[in-house]
């Protein structure tokens, strides 16, 4: 890394990197499948302070009796935001529950947050959904006069790195989940040889229904308030990266390996020949992850805690259809296509 690089503030070279990552996975999916309608780019402003762009793709609803245009995605998205403002006592609150590198800070303090979030939903039930995050926040103090004037922020406070990827495939193939791991591991392996167990581990136990009994899908990583503090999910002397440089590096590699672990696989079952019983059981599947989304998931409830909160963006990882059937008989029979997924979703395996 040259100097130049490294003497940037770290806000400012996340934003940069999540900018140019969101391109090449754009670009990555409209080669794919160039007949497709382009991804809509959406610029917008946050009146509190920020920006984002949402690319989002979507077919067009046809003229009645016309039938939709035949296309590899069904929905997608890949938003990045870059926010600043004030953070208010009830989402430190929650912030602090799941964050221990916060102190105890009475009343609203400045927060900087950026980060990349997509999730890709295929038209074909063989081809997975995938969903990948990865973010940086800061938290400081209130900038002096002095600060204020020159535009720069306050005594940092606490910072952290978050985010992962993970699968969810509606039928099983056990190569694509192989590939799919193999490929993250490969990435998290030259940061250290703890980072891909403890965040497979961690991706397990948080893409987990509870009411359900079964996980989202087959995981991948997962990691939250990864900063130069002692983590809780690393022994003390456990290699993995620590120091803000080697936590941006660990975290741009794991960003960089998402086209390769995903793109083959979306290409491989795209086009698999499929029948309205596996649409049925896709649109099931569906529903589960519409579940954990708007139940569990820490990053939908926080968005909309957080004021000012695009909330079309927030809720862009929701499938276009899903379906629920009450006690529906799919899935049910351990020798299905069906039954041999949800086995797998009901006790976590290693891919690798």
């Known amino acids: 890394m040259d100097a130049a690089q490294s003497d940037k503030p770290m806000r400012q070279r996340v934003e940069e990197y999540i900018s140019q990552l969101q391109d090449d996975i754009v670009a990555a999916f409209e080669k794919l499948d160039p007949n497709a309608p382009a991804f809509k780019r959406d610029e917008w402003l946050r009146a509190q302070g920020g920006r984002g762009r949402s690319c989002v793709f979507a077919v067009p609803v046809p003229p009645a009796g016309v039938a939709p245009q035949e296309t590899v995605l069904e929905k997608g998205g890949v938003n990045i935001s870059v926010v600043h403002g004030m953070l208010p006592p009830p989402a430190i609150k929650q912030m602090r529950a799941d964050h221990s590198s916060i102190p105890d800070v009475q009343g609203s303090v400045p927060f900087f947050a950026a980060g990349i979030s997509l999730v890709i939903h295929p038209r074909n039930p063989h081809a997975p959904t995938v969903h990948a995050n990865y973010r940086y926040f800061e938290i400081t103090e209130p900038p002096t006069e002095a600060e204020q004037a020159a535009g720069t922020p306050g005594k940092l406070i606490a910072w952290w790195f978050g985010g992962g990827c993970d699968l969810t495939p509606s039928y099983l193939y056990e190569e694509d989940a192989a590939h799919f791991h193999r490929t ?47 983590h809780a999910r690393f022994e003390p002397g456990d290699a993995r990266p620590k120091s ?34 596996e649409r049925r059981w896709q649109l099931l599947r569906r529903g589960r992850y519409v579940e954990f989304n708007l139940v569990y998931d820490r990053g939908t409830k926080f968005g909309l805690m957080t ?3 695009r909330i079309e963006s927030i809720l862009m990882s929701l499938p276009e259809t899903a379906r629920w059937e009450y006690m529906s008989e799919l899935g049910t029979d351990p020798e299905s296509r069906e039954g041999k997924l949800v086995e797998v979703l009901k006790n976590a395996r290693e891919w690798v």
């Open 184 to 230: 993250i591991k490969g990435a998290c392996d030259a940061h250290g040889a703890a980072v891909y167990p403890a965040f497979k581990k961690w991706c397990d136990e948080y893409f987990f229904i509870p009411h359900r009994g079964e996980a989202r899908g087959i995981g991948g990583i997962f990691f939250d308030d990864l900063c130069d503090e002692a």
């Open 244 to 277: 803000p440089e080697e936590i941006f590096a660990f975290v741009r590699a794991a960003g960089d390996a998402f086209v390769p672990s995903y793109l083959p696989i979306l290409e491989r079952r795209a086009r698999t020949p499929s029948d309205e019983h």
């Open 307 to 309: 004021p000012g909160a």
